[in-house]
């Protein structure tokens, strides 16, 4: 995490080795993280799991945007906004560790790969843009891909699939913020406050659920978890510094791989057939609406498209 400093060069939809190595880290290290977080999650309570993935991501926040290298950092222009972007991802992380719990990882990284077809709902919903056949089409399309996953009344819906949902909601409005933020405030300052409100809103719980792991190799998970957190995000920063998000999108589907591979390796996961029919569904709607976006604004009828209200449709997923 670089601390802040001159201007990058303008991200282009061309996806070269300095953003395709660093986006592809992410769903590596995104993978780990989450797998990590489900096993200490059976040991541990969520709530201080989650509090050391939020406690060790701001102190390495600290150190790296420390305010001799970056005063700018500290300087927060919309601190009301900022608190509440941070307040979502901890919702976040919160939903997708208990889901962790009780879900494999492959179905709550399927339904959170609606997020990209949520936003651009909410984009027809809150900022009134046009919605047409094909964008229509990609929405519905992805949660028929979700409905093939959670099958509702078929047996193969677990309540922990509504954790997932609200996940899925609340990152689509953080998305939003996100973009919102990303004009007014500089990268350091959206770092620190992102880490440290959630540490700070979650210590005074720990007291009445904690627990001292008893391992040295639980320490290690926790350390892990927090630094993955941080590390991952610097990555899909890095990435976004050379390619436009709507480039780097399709290469985040590449997350489905790591989970599956890891989940079977360290919980004996197998997904279902319905899981992956699933997956296919989503992804595929998800490229779909991308390559739709892409194409038109390439071809100027909306030359704003790819950030409609000041975001971009990314398939990054936010822990």
Known sequence: MPADGPAAPKPTNRVGPRSLIPILGSTVVFALLDTTAKYAGRILPVLEVAWFRYLINFLMAVVVYNPVVAPQAWKVTQPGLQVVRAMLLAIMTLCNFLAFHYLQLAVTTTI??????????????????????????????????????????????????????????????????????????????????????????????????????????????????????????????????????????????????????????????????????????????????????????????RPDRAQPGGKELDGNRHH
């Open 112 to 301: 959170g790969f609606l997020t990209p077809l949520v936003i651009t709902a909410l984009s027809v919903v809150v900022l009134h843009e046009r919605i047409d056949p094909h964008r229509l089409a990609a929405i519905i399309g992805g949660f028929i891909g979700v409905l093939l996953v959670t099958r509702p009344g078929l047996g193969g819906f677990h309540p922990a699939m509504l954790l997932s949902l609200v996940n899925v909601v609340v990152a689509a409005v953080y998305n939003m913020l996100t973009r919102h933020l990303a004009q007014r405030e500089s990268a350091g300052s959206m770092v620190l406050m992102l880490a440290g409100v959630p540490t700070l809103l979650l210590a005074p719980v720990m007291p009445f659920i904690w627990q001292t792991p008893d391992h040295l190799w639980l320490w290690l998970a926790l350390i892990f978890i927090g630094a993955a957190g941080g590390y991952g995000h610097f990555l899909v920063m890095e990435a976004h510094r050379h390619a436009t998000a709507a480039a780097l999108a399709p290469y985040s589907y590449a997350s489905l791989l790591w989970i599956v591979l890891t989940g079977y390796v360290v919980f004996g996961d197998v997904p279902s057939l319905w899981t992956i029919v699933g997956a296919a569904v989503v992804v595929a709607s998800g490229l779909y609406l991308l390559r739709r976006e892409r194409l038109e604004s390439g071809a100027g009828r």
